[in-house]
């Protein structure tokens, strides 16, 4: 009976869903799903980035953040980004939706899809822009179409806990 006990209970530990935890970085916070991790934060000044991704080599799903106190248009800082996306030659058949109204989180923005292929891999990504207390940030998702159903869950963790302190 002990051991019915021990394997139930070890069965119970391993299935349980972890939680997220809280970064704070840079002015901005959110909450990191678990098998997701920070793999890079850079500070330019009046410029910050920060990288999210999903662990695991044959993980696609990542978030990136990169805002400035720098006062620009929606658009304007949008187009700033899509143009280096077009500059990267991995990225091919790179094609950018037309722009939309949109929110992230509680953040009313707009937002551009994208779409591309790498490796023979499609991929698909979003990239919302907005502003808040004199910063403008442009935040993306990007992931292999094939791995939307397992990055689905860590995007909606960021994007619901996402906030600037």
Known sequence: MKKVFILLSMICFSCAEQKSTTVEIYGVSFN???????????????????????KGSNSS????????EEDYELDEYLHIFQESYLEQEILNKLTFQKAKEAHYGEHKGIVSTYTFETMSIKHEGQMYVFQKNGITMCLVHQEALEDHKV?????EIIEESFTFN
């Open 61 to 68: 799903g990542i978030v990136t953040m990169c805002f400035t």
């Open 32 to 54: 990191c799903p678990s098998g997701w991790k920070v793999t890079e934060t850079e500070d330019y000044g009046p410029a910050k980035y920060i990288s999210i991704e999903k």
């Open 151 to 155: 990055n689905l869950y860590g995007f």
